[in-house]
């Protein structure tokens, strides 16, 4: 139960991550549109970014105090990918003599370990009768849960077996950068349909999943473009990090 006097405090955590998701929202398209690695390309990519990191931090926080351990797990899961978008352009090197960081390594596998406690969550969900940890503004999470859960298990898989086994190919931190940063968008999307959708739609799975389900053919479909792009030519010139 909050005290009356969290009130405020918990207002303007809720405020900065509307405004901060809006933020998101709106850099994220301007930056896939810019030249990539150019000077509009980084300076829009850092205000994503860092819009980014406040609507996690701040889903944290309220999750924490409310208590709904749903949104804390989805939190840690929804930023992993922009950070990775960011992290992976430090890590260049990767597939020659470069290590990952303790932080990358620490990042991995705490979302890893709430990803999978997020899909543990939505299989046993139908059997918890917990209102406040299984339904979130009407919705049946179960559903959402696994589909994130699996989706963040392998993201953090993949970045896991990144840092064991050298990328072979050269440009991994280009694909790794294109999907983490697509991948985090696909987030901040879903978070906004199921905050507005649900006014007409009502609990339906879908107003969750629907930019999961046409974002992730997205990113395929451009990775393959920029692998076939890259393909028998010499690497573009590297761009500066965001």
Known sequence: MLHAEWAPALRILLALHILNG?????????????????????????????????VAVTALALSIALPVLFLALVAVFSFYSAFVAYRILYLKDLHTTGKA??????????????????AILGIVAARLMVVGLIRIAGHDISIVSVVFGCIGMNTSAQSIKGFVRRPTEKMFWWYGHLQGMIGSYIAALTAFSAVNLSHWFGAAWWVWLWPTMLGVP????????????????RAPLTPATV
């Open 218 to 233: 997205a990113i395929t479909i451009w990775t393959g473009y920029y692998k076939k792009k890259f393909a028998g030519r």
């Open 101 to 118: 960081s303790a932080v990358d390594w620490a990042a991995a596998i705490a979302t890893f370990v709430c990803s999978l406690a997020l």
């Open 22 to 54: 809006i933020v998101a929202l709106i850099c994220a398209p301007i930056a896939l549109a810019t030249a990539k690695g150019g000077r509009a390309h980084r300076r829009w990519g850092k205000i994503y970014f860092w819009a980014m990191a406040v």
